[in-house]
């Protein structure tokens, strides 16, 4: 169904470090898929989990005793959590202070009703940092329109929706589990045939997008995470209530109740998936 795109002189595995990524790298260690990255780059929030940097650290031993070992670059433009809780003095005129709305938290509006804001989590913090450094591995020069880069996303064939063109001209992206027509189950079938532990779910703590069933295992499996993603909660909403430029009270849980407080003990299996859609394609691979 999808083919190959053509050779670049580079190419780059974006890695997520969850299901999806974290299959590519290791194949692309094995020689089961090439050609061989240049490098694996890891665009890091300061927010995942702590099993995503353990998980991390396993990657790196893995494929650094690899017959085909490439480099694991981790790079981050800094706390996406200190900048969703800080609080912005207006400059052109005196004012209230503002706050930047950069999570898709949902809204409770003074009405009553349910809304969601506006993000840029994913861009900023994943897409543009992977970006920039390609742009400094790869030796782009300013306009230019060669395509010399070929990205490599995580996404398999059972997310196909997520898939998005480049939206930088000398960047190509592929998709190696969609060519190979593998589901996220394959992928966790093919790890668990050669040994592999099963790697975390890939994203924010506090993530908007997480279904019930994320939360839950969260808040069971990894407590003190969970404790992370209630504090920021209560952060953000004490944040939003010294602004003007929002008049509702955001919460992480479409329910618009306290994290803490939601119950987790009945799973609508039919729940939407909310990574599905993700703009970028680049959280929770």
């Keep these: 169904m999808f083919t190959t795109p053509p050779p670049t002189r580079f190419n780059f595995l974006s890695l997520g470090a969850g299901v999806q990524s974290s299959t590519l790298a290791l194949m692309a260690a094995r020689g089961e898929i090439?050609?061989?990255p240049d490098?694996?780059?890891f665009a890091?929030?300061?927010a995942e989990p702590a099993?995503?940097?353990r998980w991390l650290d396993y990657l790196e031993a893995e494929i650094g005793r690899s017959t085909f070992s490439f480099p694991i670059i981790r790079i981050t433009k800094g706390s996406l959590t200190d900048e969703s809780l800080k609080l912005r003095e207006r400059v052109k005129k005196p004012g209230p202070p503002w706050s930047k709305s950069l999570i898709p938290a949902f809204i409770k509006n003074p009405d009553g009703s349910r809304g969601i804001l506006g993000r840029s989590c994913t861009y900023d913090y994943k897409v543009k940092t992977l970006i920039k450094q390609q742009r400094k591995m790869a030796g782009?020069?300013?306009g230019q329109k060669e395509v010399t880069?070929?990205?490599w996303i995580g996404i398999s064939m059972d997310e196909i929706q997520r898939m998005k063109p480049s939206?930088?001209?000398w960047v190509q992206h592929r998709w190696p589990l969609v060519e190979l027509e593998m589901t996220r189950n394959h992928c966790l079938e093919w790890m668990s045939k050669r040994g592999y532990p099963k790697p975390p779910r890939s994203a924010c703590v506090y993530c908007p997008f997480h279904s019930d069933k994320e939360w839950k295992r969260l808040r069971d499996e990894e407590p003190e995470e969970f404790k992370r993603a209630v504090a920021f909660e209560r952060d953000l909403q004490a944040v939003k209530a010294k602004t003007t430029n929002m008049k509702g009270i955001p919460f992480l849980h479409s329910s618009l109740q306290p994290l803490d407080q939601v119950s987790l003990e009945m799973i609508?299996?039919?729940q939407a998936n909310l990574f599905g859609n993700e703009c970028e394609g680049m959280c929770g691979v």
């Design 149 to 151: 880069v070929t990205s």
């Design 140 to 142: 782009i020069k300013r």
């Design 34 to 36: 090439g050609p061989k």
């Design 51 to 53: 099993s995503v940097y």
């Design 167 to 169: 939206r930088v001209a």
């Design 268 to 270: 609508d299996p039919r």
């Design 39 to 41: 490098a694996a780059i």
């Design 44 to 46: 890091d929030t300061q």
